[in-house]
Structures are given as structure tokens and as C-alpha cells.
């Protein structure tokens, strides 16, 4: 048990659905993050907030659009997206963000297929 | 531009040693992490090194040469539960972690 939730666990969508990730941490960090992950490749971190507030957006294509209403929930919201975002998604939390030494923890991922 | 290499795939036998190597070059360093992760399942820390040296954990033991830039996991009396993948991944100087693609170890009996 990480602490960290995701649902859902899998989710086939069409190029023109919209729908939305949900990730939960109960383990009272401050930072959260989402991360695409796609097979045989590294981990490719898509945003990081920090008490609440995006600090890091790391190029990613406006059709994924994040929310943090508050320190222990985030969202990933999807819309009008490409075979080639098909992927794992995960969400990691860790007590800070900006700072060594403190590592993440991982949910369990939201297997992400688009057709 | 940043980048971490580690083997893609690893063949160890039941109850021997192991060890996975990782080299990276990041702008600035703020530690090195080792992740594991089963098939299916999300990734859970190992261990975390930011001084040069070996830090041991149980059977699990990591190392870190700053100087060059290299770091390798130990896994000691490999049991079957250990089939998985290893990521290694670097902070640099902005607090950001770079992956590796990871290492899939396969254990055999």
C-alpha cells in the first residue's frame, strides 16, 4: 500500500471523448505530480505542483490540462487525444518538491488507451 | 543535454548476485534514486544516494562515483520476486528527476 490512489485503472476513450484522471494521496505531502510512462522508454514527468500551484509543465500538449484543488487530490483532464498519447499514466507525491532527497511515491497508474 | 543509460534487460539466477549499472549526465546533481517496479504495478523506492559510496539496505545495496558519474544497484541472494524492472533515475539542479528507460531483470531458477 503506497498511499497513493488512482482511478481509473484503465480507460479506453475515442480521439473525442473528454474525461478525467483522478489521483488521491493520504500520506500528507506537499507535492504532487503526473508522469506519462510509455513502453521501454523513461518516465516523462508532465506537471509538478507544489502546495497547490504548478511549477513545472514540461512541454506538454494543451489537450491534457491538470487540476490540485488541494494538497491531496489531482486531477488529469483529457481531451481530444492521439493514438500516440495511449500510455500509463501515473501519479507520484512525495513532502516537497524543489528540494533533494525526498522520494516519490508512486500509485498504481491509469493504463490509458486511445482509439 | 541530460541523459541516463542502463542496461535494457538482465539474466540472473536464483540465490546469486546481481548488479545493475547506471551512468547519467544531468545539469547539476542532486542525488540518484532507484526505483523498482513490477509488471503492472507502480514504482517503489530503493534507495537514494547523494554522497559517493555504498549504502546497503538488506539485500539491496547502492552505490554512487559523482565523479564519474556512475551508479550501480546490488541485489544480493536473488529470490524470484525480484523479477522486475529497475529505474534509475537523477536529480538535477532544478529538483527534477531524469529516468532511465530502466532495467527489466529476469530471474531464472
Known amino acids: 500500500e503506497t498511499g497513493v490512489t488512482q482511478t481509473p485503472r484503465h480507460l479506453v476513450m475515442g480521439m473525442t471523448n473528454k474525461k478525467s484522471l483522478k489521483c488521491e494521496q493520504h500520506?500528507?505531502?506537499?507535492?504532487m505530480y503526473w508522469y506519462k510512462q510509455s513502453a521501454k522508454k523513461p518516465l516523462e514527468l508532465m506537471f509538478v505542483?507544489?502546495?497547490?500551484?504548478?511549477?513545472e509543465n514540461n512541454s506538454v500538449p494543451s489537450r491534457f490540462s491538470p487540476e490540485c484543488p488541494n494538497s491531496s487530490h489531482l486531477f488529469l483532464h483529457l481531451h481530444t487525444l492521439q493514438p500516440e498519447d495511449s500510455a500509463l499514466y501515473l501519479c507520484?507525491?512525495?513532502?516537497?518538491?524543489?528540494?533533494?532527497?525526498?522520494?516519490?511515491?508512486f500509485g498504481p497508474g491509469t493504463r490509458l488507451t486511445v482509439t | 543535454g541530460q541523459n541516463i543509460d542502463q542496461p535494457t534487460e538482465m539474466t540472473a539466477t536464483e540465490g546469486a548476485i546481481v548488479q545493475i549499472n547506471c551512468t547519467y549526465q544531468?545539469?547539476?546533481?542532486?542525488?540518484l534514486f532507484w526505483y523498482q517496479q513490477h509488471a503492472g504495478e507502480a514504482p517503489t523506492f530503493l534507495s537514494y544516494?547523494?554522497l559517493d559510496g555504498l549504502e546497503e539496505k538488506g539485500r539491496f545495496s547502492s552505490f554512487l562515483s559523482r565523479s564519474k558519474g556512475y551508479s550501480y544497484l546490488l541485489l544480493k541472494e536473488l529470490q524470484m520476486k525480484d523479477s522486475a524492472s529497475y529505474l534509475c533515475?537523477?536529480?538535477?539542479?532544478?529538483?527534477?528527476?531524469?529516468w532511465g528507460a530502466g532495467t527489466k531483470l529476469i530471474i531464472k531458477p
Open positions: 507520484a507525491s512525495s513532502q516537497k518538491a524543489g528540494s533533494g532527497g525526498y522520494e516519490q511515491y
Open positions: 500520506l500528507g505531502h506537499n507535492a
Open positions: 505542483y507544489s502546495l497547490e500551484e504548478r511549477v
Open positions: 544531468t545539469s547539476g546533481f542532486n542525488g
Open positions: 544516494n547523494v
Open positions: 533515475a537523477a536529480m538535477d539542479s532544478n529538483y527534477q528527476l531524469i
